[in-house]
């Protein structure tokens, strides 16, 4: 079976290779080791179950100890093999050469060609598969007999052979007659049994009886009795090999096959039930699993591959990927059955219902979809007894109370696996041995050691450990050619791409792939040294019949193009140009699928973008859109060869004489839209190179009639000059309302690239950079008089795109006739005044800039212009005061830990204690400063008079002098916090122990809060005071808040603040999600420590920061934290944010209902 595998001691312990082998010749040297630093063995067509034999005794580092322990002197050499006095031992030293190669030597995989010719075997022996059991077994023997009158001759011996003792008791005469067995293996019954430890059970510890017609013969009593017959293992081996028995007979059928049901086998097994001899501790009975042996397939053919752990961790082992595997509910009968079982109220149901239930559930039946793989349904129930019990006489099925969990713990630390498939290894999990269960893919050989097996310090990670000097040479010049073999290939081969003809057509002059889903390219890797001829005969080889002609190709965005043909075939790669990366096209030199192909720079084909107006039925039916974002164009990519001039596109366009084509130029006027230039009659002569044409660029076509009249009147209009077009733009709109809007006031208003509308004027058209295919809407509404302004506003944060309102007031009015307007138009919803509001500037970034502190000056005098931005913000603008000192009304607020809260008020020296609930959902009130969204019940009772020149720490010296605060006690003013108020808000913490008020910008009537702390604080200026609150698991509320004091100065990003808040809470950074509180909006804002935004200027990527844009983040600021670990729910909003949602839409609807999206069109003007 398994060739002339003992041929060698027939020979006198030499062989020379059988007939038949074919030596190839050096090719292309072998690819060093991959990540996890492991060789694998390549297969030789059949060998994958040598492959995964020779691994695992590779890694047991015992059996590779004492093979490498036999020197020379025992075993001989090689050199001498063919030498007929000289006795060499051809198979063990073929297999020390092969361990060297697989630990010390630097490629990707070794070959076992020499080991399988010293096994006698041919080519068809290599390509045939065998048992992996067998040859264990016929391996060992073979090994065994090699060694004979060697110091190694017994060491299979002292490592796996066992023995078993069978007994017989007579249950007349108590006669035991007992018979020793010795063992390599273990062979284990697979059917019928749902484990290891079973079938171990069934083998030592259960009896089996003679009685009724099968009675015994006892030598003592001389005649036929009753007996028992048990076996027990009398000697244990240092490492356990166990055969499974997957492959049986079906006399039915008469028929082999294979058994796939669930198997399992414990990664740690104790053996003391077993055995004779108990009374030793139980670490000489215990044993763990180091390698598994995989069949996937059938029982007539199939693949091997092994599990295996690295017990002296020569392997670089890192967490595997992560798999995609089938969804468990339509792929795995075990936990589809055990759903559908858990749905009922029982937990149990019929067995013909739950073939129905099956059927109801994956739109298949049991035999349709899982009979042919696990066997019957009742076999399968039976199979999974550890899950499922049947009752009823197995007419009813039930689960366990109890079932095994399906989650796996984690891989034990130092647990290292690998899976060795022939020459690739990867690393797995442990708990990836036990999908190895059951299945066509499934455990065939399981191997165990003991756990007194210790290993010394230095085989660990040591690849070198006692193997012998000889060999470690051979590996080191071995590693040395392949490094001089992988040099010059690295500096003398390239890399090409081969495109064959058959694959191509050509259209609009560039060659594209007749099919997408076939694959466009053959990379090919030549050397550059080797002539354009020998390139020439390896193409006609495998890939090309009839004439070749070798084209440099590339591949552009229009197609791949030609350019010079390779035609002396005597020049080497290197002296023709071609570099790594060359495409070549490979053809017949004159046409591709019957078209004719230009070739060379001057025909080099561009990809133009042809963008057409679509109007009426078309723009309804879907057409493109243009490069505003509206409708009204189609696009269309076609490519064209860049000889071809533009009258010989405007007919491939079929398009007649009299149509224009326009040129988009990028960077035009008018409000950022793009300009078109139209070319002139003379330029339908010139080539597209000429034109100066590039790939992307658009190309408008304006045909001479349209189907909508007012279409074309338009077009006339932009046919004139645009030097005595002077169209007053109120004309134009009351032009389009006659057909569109009757008897409505409207005005045409230009849109910019970001769909903003821009204000509407009474420009000419000139002046207002009105150009060809200039986005307009049309709105209703007058346009602005000379004396009059045009003005965008928004309520608390800067206005976003489509989302701001918009104003016209006179350029007379002043700031607060403007505020005054926003209420009387019900800008702002549920207040009855303008007071507690205030209007600030958007500034050039687009960001709420400064107050306008004088609200009696006029919009001219602050030189507000068209177009201008306004932001409505709470709060009250502070009194003008001109002198040195300046009166604060301040509040006071105990340390955090206490409920109760200090307040002081301007009409005098009272203070009270009332509970602060701190919610970002109480109802606003007037009298209520908040903290970010929360709620602060303080009442001022008291004001200080200080200089403006005066430091904060005699502020808060100060503030103590107050007869309100008289009882509180404070050690010194560090234990005070000073926070400043704007509109009923807690915005700020005052920093800085010695800066004056005026840098702190504490002006006179400025409110602010001291609040008692129960430590001394010290802020710097990035330090930021965060409200941090917990989500409850399972509920959409929060725990009570904490303060936390977060240091920004070094690293602002999410990261820092998600690593702050889990060394607070005893948590994973990985476990946390974070979310800012929006009290405009009544939001959540998700913060991600993975987004990053690249600077223009010094082209590297930074970190998000938390203290700019988006965020800003403040002091007071909410922050919402969720524990994944043990909370599903991303979802930070609450039942209290939705009901603010909810009411302030409705408000919106009632008060801005006038602000709706204007209808928009597009002229061609």
């Not at 297969?43 to 994958?48: D, I, L, S, V, W």
């Not at 005969?537 to 043909?565: E, R």
């Not at 046919?719 to 002077?726: G, L, P, T």
């Not at 733009?729 to 809007?741: A, D, E, G, I």
Request: hydrophobic share 35%.
């Amino acid at each position: 079976m398994f060739g002339s595998l003992f041929e060698e001691e027939e020979e006198g312990f030499s062989l020379a290779p059988s007939g038949g082998r074919v030596v190839k010749r050096e090719g292309e040297p072998p690819p060093p080791r991959g990540r996890v630093n492991l060789s694998g063995i390549k297969n030789q067509g059949g060998t994958c179950y040598l492959n995964s034999l020779l691994q695992t005794l590779l890694f047991t580092p015992e059996f590779r100890e004492e093979l490498f322990s036999l020197g020379p002197k025992e075993l001989g050499c090689l050199e001498d093999k063919d030498k007929p006095e000289a006795k060499v031992r051809v198979i063990p030293l073929e297999l020390q050469r092969l361990f060297a190669r697989l630990l010390l030597v630097d490629q990707q995989s070794a070959s076992t060609g020499d080991l399988t010719d010293s096994f006698g075997w041919n080519n068809s022996e290599e390509s045939r598969q065998h048992d992996v059991q067998e040859l264990n077994r016929i391996l060992f023997s073979a090994l065994e007999h090699s060694l004979v009158d060697t110091s190694g001759s017994a060491f299979i011996q002292h490592l796996y052979h066992g023995t078993t003792v069978n007994s017989i008791r007579c249950k007349e005469c108590g006669n035991i007659s007992q018979r020793q067995e010795d063992f390599l293996d273990l062979t284990v019954c697979v059917r019928g049994v749902c484990g290891l430890e079973g079938a171990l059970w069934d083998m030592f510890v259960e009896e089996e009886m003679f009685e009724g017609s099968n009675l015994y013969r006892c030598g003592q009593c001389d005649q036929l009795v009753t007996a028992a017959k048990s076996a027990k293992l009398r000697k244990l081996p240092p490492f356990l090999t166990v055969s499974l028995l997957r492959f049986n007979f079906d006399f039915a059928r008469c028929e082999r096959y294979k058994e796939t049901g669930r198997y399992t086998f414990p990664l740690t097994i104790n053996l003391r039930p077993f055995c004779e001899q108990t009374e030793d501790e139980d670490s000489e009975y215990s044993y763990e699993l180091f390698s598994v042996i995989i069949h996937k397939g059938g029982c007539y053919g199939g693949h091997y591959h092994v599990y295996i752990k690295d017990m002296d961790h020569l392997g670089l082992w890192e967490p595997p990927e992560v798999r995609v595997y089938p969804e468990p509910e339509k792929d795995d009968p075990l936990s589809v059955l055990s759903s559908i079982i858990t749905q009922e109220e029982s937990r149990s149901m019929l067995l013909d219902q739950l073939g129905q239930r099956l059927m109801d559930k994956i739109g298949s039946s049991w035999s349709k979809k899982y009979r042919k793989l696990h066997g019957p349904i009742g076999k399968f129930l039976q199979n999974h007894s550890d899950v499922f019990v049947l009752v009823n006489n197995g007419t009813r099925v039930a689960l366990k109370a109890n079932p095994p969990s399906p989650v796996t713990q984690p891989s034990s630390p130092g647990s290292h696996w690998f899976d060795l498939n022939d020459s690739t290894v990867t690393s797995i999990h442990e708990r990836d041995v036990e999908k190895m269960y059951q299945g066509k893919e499934s455990a065939y050989m399981l191997f165990y050691r003991k756990t007194l097996l210790r290993r010394p310090s230095g085989a660990l990670r040591n690849p070198g450990y006692k193997v012998p000097p000889h060999l470690l040479e051979m590996a080191e010049e071995e590693n040395r050619r392949l490094q001089q073999r992988r040099y010059s290939r690295a500096n003398n081969s390239v890399e090409l791409r081969l495109h064959l003809a058959p694959r191509y057509r050509l259209e609009n002059g560039a060659l594209k792939p007749i099919s997408i889903e076939q694959k466009e390219a053959t990379n090919l890797t030549f050397d550059l040294r080797r002539t354009v001829g020998d390139l020439r005969m390896i193409i006609y080889q495998n890939l090309w019949d009839g004439d070749m002609a070798l084209t440099v190709a590339k591949s552009l965005p229009a197609g791949l193009h030609l350019y010079n043909t390779l035609t002396d075939d005597e020049v080497s790669l290197y002296s023709a140009g071609i570099l790594t990366g060359t495409d070549l096209f490979v053809w017949n030199g004159r046409e591709v699928c019957g078209a004719t192909v230009q070739t060379g720079a001057e025909w080099e084909p561009m990809l133009l973008t042809v963008v057409r107006p679509s109007l009426g039925e078309e723009e309804e039916d879907g057409g493109g859109e243009g490069e505003e974002g509206g409708s009204g164009l189609s696009k269309e990519s076609r490519g064209f060869a860049g000889r071809v001039t533009l009258g010989e596109v405007r007919e491939a366009l079929g398009e007649p004489q009299e149509s224009l084509l326009c040129q988009e130029k990028r960077g035009g006027e008018g409000g950022g839209a793009s300009g078109w230039r139209v070319f002139p009659p003379g330029d339908m002569q010139r080539t597209l190179k000429e034109l100066a044409l590039k790939d992307g660029d658009a190309l408008l076509v304006l045909e001479p009639q349209t189907q909508d009249s007012r279409w074309a009147a338009w077009c006339a209009c932009a046919r004139q000059s645009a030097s005595i077009i002077m169209v007053d733009m109120c004309l134009l709109s009351l032009h389009w309302c006659v057909y569109l809007c009757p008897g409505v006031a409207c005005c045409l208003r230009q849109v910019d690239r970001t769909g903003k509308l821009l204000p509407p004027g009474t420009l000419s058209v000139r002046d207002a950079g009105v150009r060809l295919m200039t986005s307009l809407s049309l709105c209703p509404g007058t346009a602005p008089k000379d004396t009059q302004l045009f003005l965008y506003f928004s309520v608390g944060t800067a206005p976003s795109s489509g989302l701001e309102g918009e104003i016209i007031v006179e350029r007379s009015s002043t700031v607060k006739q403007v505020g005054n307007d926003c209420v009387s138009f019900g800008l702002l919803v549920g207040l009855s005044g303008w007071d507690g509001w205030h209007l600030r500037r958007l500034d050039w970034c687009e960001e709420v800039g400064e107050a306008l502190m004088d609200e009696e000056a006029s919009l001219s005098e602050l030189k507000m212009s068209h177009g201008d931005a306004l932001v409505i913000t709470e709060g009250r603008l502070p009194p003008k005061v001109h002198s040195t000192s300046c009166p604060l009304p301040v509040l006071f607020q105990p340390h955090s830990l206490s409920t109760d809260t200090y307040s002081l008020s301007h009409s005098g020296c009272m203070w009270s204690r009332e509970p602060i609930p701190w919610s970002p959902w109480k109802q606003r009130s007037t009298a209520q400063p908040r903290v970010g969204g929360a709620m602060v019940e303080l009442r001022t009772v008291g004001q200080v008079e200080i200089s403006e020149e005066a430091t904060l720490e005699e502020l808060k010296t100060q503030v103590l002098t107050l007869p309100a605060l008289q009882y509180v006690c404070v050690p010194t003013p560090a234990f005070l916090r000073v926070w400043q108020l704007e509109g009923q808000r807690l915005t700020r913490i005052l920093r800085g122990q010695q800066h004056t008020l005026r840098k702190l910008k504490l002006c006179s009537g400025v409110e602010f809060c001291v609040q008692q702390l129960l430590r001394e604080e010290d802020l710097g200026p990035k330090e930021v005071l965060l409200r941090v609150q917990m989500g409850v698991p399972g509920e959409r509320g929060y725990y009570p808040p904490e303060d936390l004091v977060w240091d920004a100065s070094r690293d602002p990003s999410p990261r820092s603040l998600r690593s702050a808040l889990a060394s607070t809470y005893g948590l994973s950074p990985d476990s946390l999600l974070l979310a800012m509180h929006q009290p405009h909006t009544h939001t959540w804002e998700t913060f991600s420590n993975w987004s990053q935004q690249v600077s223009k200027r010094k082209k590297k990527k930074k970190a998000e920061s938390l203290l700019g844009a988006p965020f800003h983040l403040k002091d007071g600021d909410i922050i919402g934290v969720k524990n994944l670990l043990i909370d599903n729910n991303r979802d930070f909003s609450t039942q209290q944010d939705e009901q603010r949602l909810r009411e302030e839409k409705e408000q919106r609807r009632k008060g801005w209902g006038f602000l709706k999206y204007p209808m928009r069109l597009r002229s061609q003007c």
